[in-house]
């Protein structure tokens, strides 16, 4: 999708939780693929979680167990649950869309980013 449109990031204490979504222009079913990337701070863009069409997932190691990803397709919205915050989750966390493109390529469409930070 040409436009995505991402809210949901802030500053919360080390073990709070945050839930970030995303909302495409187009219509949610009709994408194949939507991710999180996270950029830390002097850190690589990195994959945070992915969802198909067809609800598989796939998430980080650092991810495993604490973050959720999910669609919800009467709204519209793609969601990031993220609970047991750590401080190394700290980044701005970009929501992407695209076909099938590897998931370690820049492909697709990007929304603007979310500022996620964690204190200890």
């Known amino acids: 999708q040409a436009q995505l449109v991402e809210s949901g990031g802030g500053s919360v204490q080390a073990g709070g939780s945050l839930r970030l979504s995303c909302v495409p222009s187009g219509s949610i079913w009709r994408i194949r693929v939507m991710a999180w990337y996270r950029q830390g701070p002097e850190k690589e863009r990195e994959l945070v979680a992915a969802?198909?069409?067809?609800?598989?997932?796939r998430y980080a190691d650092s991810a495993k167990g604490r973050f959720t990803i999910s669609r919800d397709i009467r709204k519209n919205t793609m969601y990031l649950q993220m609970n047991s915050l750590r401080p190394e989750d700290t980044g701005v966390y970009f929501c992407n869309a695209r076909d099938g493109e590897a998931l370690s390529s820049p492909a697709g469409s990007w929304g603007q980013g979310t500022q996620v930070t964690v204190s200890s």
């Open positions: 969802i198909t069409n067809g609800d598989r997932t």
